[in-house]
Each structure stands twice: as C-alpha cells, then as structure tokens.
C-alpha cells in the first residue's frame, strides 16, 4: 500500500524557518524522483523543489532558491524520508505543501501533472 505523508507545517512568523517532512512507502520510492509543489487558496499548484532519486541533483523554482533546501534519505528502497528546509520565510510562501513522487521523470521535471504518486499535505502560514 502507498503511502506519501507530510509533516512539519504550521504557522511562523516571516524571516522564520520551518521544516518539512515526507515520509513515502510502499513503493520502491528509492529510485523516484520526488519534488515539493504547493497550493495557495485561488492559485494553481506550484512546484517548488525537485530532487534526484540519489539526490545528486536538485532544482528550485526562482521564487525560493537561496531560501529552501530539499533533500532526502533512501532509508531502504521501499521507505524513503523527504525533506524540505525552508528559511527566510515569506507571506506569500503561505500555503498548503505537497511531497510527490514519480519513476518515470526526468531530473528538472517542475509539471504537476508529471508526478503520479501525492502526499495529502500540510499548511504552512506565514504571518507578517
């Protein structure tokens, strides 16, 4: 059975920091690409940190590299731990944060509809 689920959201003020887990099984995830997006009310989901199966790569959508880092820990091939280092935190990073996965992208992938496998999410607020 799959199972993709965050933690570590919540409400902070800006300039604080906040992290974030993802803890996915039940698939050989250790070989999956995976990424954060997020979702602010009205807004379309938006990535926001992708990394490699190894996590030799990573990339960062403009609007927080600098601030955030994604990284992750393939503690067996079907039990893998996702993370996500937020820093300098903003308003405007207010909104719910979702982890995904999937075998079959490419390093780089930032398309939503790319990813197969989702996490139910987890709200972060940033106050000013």
């Known amino acids: 059975q799959v199972q993709m689920a965050e933690s570590g959201g919540g409400l902070v003020q800006a300039g604080g920091s906040l992290g974030l887990s993802c803890a996915a099984s039940?698939?050989?995830?250790?070989?999956?690409?995976m990424a954060w997006f997020r979702q602010a009310p009205g807004k379309e989901r938006e990535f926001v940190a992708g990394?490699?199966?190894?996590?030799?790569?990573?990339?960062?959508?403009d609007s927080v590299k600098g601030r955030f880092t994604i990284s992750r820990d393939n503690a067996k091939n079907t039990q893998v731990y996702l993370y996500l280092q937020m820093n300098s935190l903003k308003p405007e990073d207010t909104a719910v944060y979702y982890c995904a996965a999937d075998a079959l992208v490419v390093a780089g992938t930032r398309r939503p509809n790319a990813y197969d496998y989702w996490g139910q999410g987890t709200q972060v607020t940033v106050s000013s």
């Open positions: 990394i490699s199966w190894n996590g030799g790569s990573s990339w960062y959508a």
């Open positions: 039940g698939r050989t995830f250790a070989g999956y690409v």
